[in-house]
């Protein structure tokens, strides 16, 4: 089954009294298992794709199925149970909550998926060891490099074995070695775990990391290639 | 998400800004300490005041129909020449014996009071009662007050003993043979002739005649002796002669310069003089307040089963002293005030801070959303912060306003009630008050929910790509 399905997807912003449109008949399928990395120049409409993908936003045209199913026509209830099940979110900013520590930080999807605590423990210490950070888990963000953040982060995303995990930009906002450890533990981790990640980035190292590309431009896939490393 | 990771979660969120959280919690401090304070003090000047009448006239009166509104000034019209009966039937009343703690008979009586040694005369209101029964009245005190009631020394002294208010001893220049203080004409008194004629301030001529007459079959006056001309039943001018043993200040002026208190039996040998004796009242005291609806009842039952022949009506502690319930409502509109004035002041003040709140945590929301929270869990969890500040607040604000009460409770402050005629402790009641604290704090944490709402449900409302975009 293939976790993300777009068909003639259009998303159009409104700007005062100027409309945008950030996506325009957008069509694409993203294989099960692969590092899909989206590219493209600012404002081509990355970001937009990957909140559609995300279920994070609604499109106004087109069909959206992820993990099997057709999104735009569930509640906003329902959009978030399937995002606690089915999506980890990866962002630029590592958008981590400030007041929680990293093993709570990891720990925060399992309480909305309601997961049992010997359960939650077992997954959150897995993971604080899998992203290396089993001695910081009572580290506060604060205390945590930017670096320690993201794979904070990336261990946020997966801990509830979602099908599907999104990044957007995930190593803007880190150094070139810093983004290039993080790029090889997104890549560990989601060939050991067997999750898709779709990654929407300008870095070059992300972008020969990818099993996967997508090029978009002007709100149109422009060109998508398979790696032969797939 | 469960119960305690949301308190934990909100708990934190306070804690991350907690100068303006302090800040928050001082106003709601500040708010519910003066609630607590003024509701305390509120509560103990009604207290008082119902301790105080209900030791004196009852929690409930019988009366003849009409008496208390038209008869003040004609006790022989609406007498209750079975007074005797009745009281041995609620005595005996299965019902209202364990409620009752005293059934007592008075009289109510106006005229005269002369003391013709000095040759004043003053006009006075007097109760005739039972001394024993009343005293016993005196100790009531249900809501533990500072009480200024003392008995009456009546029981066990002669039957023409009389009590009189300290004003009333001052008019009637008693005050060296009763050491009544702040008294000008203690020497006049003592030097004063020993009577006078008609022209003045003194005594009607016929009231000088009538006592000459007593006069003259008596022992030579005491200092403390003086003469009390009433209307009998009949129409006819009665005297007694009676010997005042105290003078009582009874703390409301406008009384203590017109009280006189005696032996029923005198009262009513004044007024039926050997006719069929009869009261004006019948007053019941029960152990607490809060029995009066049921022994009401049980009483007006009695009443009409027994006595259906006897034109009665029942009186209550609020009807018989009109201004409890006028100092209840004003004191009653005052809280309200204040305490709306508070309200709003919290309101703006948490709705501003969790407003704050909100927009700096904007991204937080965002992620919170994107990784699965629902939207009511967004609103629940600002609502359990404001939940929180509630809690908090009203608890720092319970113990502040404990703290200041038993200050001012031990401060020994004291100040003169208008109309008064001596200084009464200024206490404040608030942790024997339950209803004052349950509904304050109750109030305070509503008003704090109420002020995060709106906050709470534009959080929940934000698209979650824009909150992510929200720098």
Redesign the interface.
Known sequence: MQPVSLRNVSKVYHLDAVEVAALNAVSLDIEAGRFTVISGPSGSGKTTLL?LI?C??RPDRGEVVVAGQAVQAMT??AL??F???HI??V?Q?F?L????SAYENIE??L????VAPAERRRRVRDLLDAVGLAERGDSRPGQLSGGQRQRVAIA?ALVHAPALVLADEPTANLDRQTGASIIALMRTLQQERGVSIVVSSHDPQVQAAADASVFIRDGRIVASKEEAAA | ??AR?LLS?AL??L??NRRRSLATLLAMVVGLTAILLFGGYRANILYGMQTGFVQQSGHLQIQRRGYFLDGGDNPTAYGIADYRKIIAAIRSDNTLAPLVVEATPSLRLGGIAGNFTAGVSRSVMAIGLVPEESNRMLAWNDYDMVSYARPLPLAGAGADAVVIGSGLARKLQLCTVLAVPDCRQASAAVDAPATKNATGASAPEDVLALSALEKAQQPPAAQNRIEMLAATAGGAPNVASLVVIEAKNMGIKAIDDLYMAMNLSQAQKLIYGAGVPAVTAIALQLRHTAQMPAARARLAALLESEFPGEPLELLDFQTLNPMYGQTDQFMGSMFGFIAMLIGVIVLFTIGNTMSTAVMERT??I????????????IRRLFMCEALLLGAIGSAAGLVCALGIAWLINHSGWTWTPPGYSYAYLILVRVGQNTPLLVGSIVGMIGVTMASAWWPARRAAKL???DA?RHA
């Open positions: 909140n995300g994070i936003d906003d209830d978030s149970d995002r606690a099940r980890g979110f962002f900013n958008n909550l400030p007041v929680l925060y999807p309480l909305l998926g309601k946020r | 998400m469960n990771a979660l934190r969120n804690l991350r991204t937080e965002g992620t919170l959303r994107a990784i699965g929270l629902r939207r009511s869990g698209e979650i790509v992510l």
